[in-house]
């Protein structure tokens, strides 16, 4: 039982180094949504159906302790890259973001968030 105990401590104890010491903490905050758009129809035109574009309208929070500047957020939307790109983000500060429109094969097109990249100060 005492072996059981020393071992429920040692984990306990290791989590704890791990989560305050080695983990990396969080530097940016980001949440964003698809935003769909369909074109316009000319009754002259050759296409049978109008084209959908779509891009990611979000906000970017810096949430760690220092300024973060050269942020690029890349969303994949139906496998192509969509990218916004902001300056620089002081401790606490929040913005707006959007990428740049991609054409959608499909209204209800997949995407997620690839990577985020920044330079820290």
């Known amino acids: 039982?005492?072996?059981?105990?020393?071992?429920?401590?040692?984990?306990?104890a290791g989590y704890f180094a791990y989560d305050n010491f080695l983990k990396e903490?969080?530097?940016?905050e980001v949440k964003g949504n698809l935003v769909?758009?369909?074109?316009?129809?000319?009754?002259d035109a050759p296409a049978i159906q109008p084209r959908t574009w779509g891009h990611?309208?979000?906000?970017?929070k810096?949430?760690?302790?220092?300024?973060?500047?050269?942020?690029?957020?890349?969303?994949?939307?139906?496998g192509k890259e969509s990218i916004a790109r902001?300056?620089?983000l002081a401790t606490g500060e929040e913005s707006s973001f959007k990428t740049e429109k991609v054409m959608l094969?499909?209204?209800e097109a997949s995407h997620f968030l690839e990577k985020v990249t920044f330079d820290k100060k």
């Open 1 to 12: 039982m005492k072996k059981f105990l020393i071992f429920i401590v040692l984990v306990v």
């Open 25 to 28: 903490k969080e530097v940016l």
């Open 36 to 43: 769909k758009m369909k074109e316009g129809v000319d009754i």
């Open 56 to 60: 990611i309208e979000g906000k970017v």
């Open 62 to 78: 810096n949430i760690s302790e220092g300024d973060v500047e050269n942020i690029e957020i890349i969303y994949k939307i139906n």
């Open 86 to 88: 902001l300056q620089k």
């Open 105 to 107: 094969n499909s209204y």
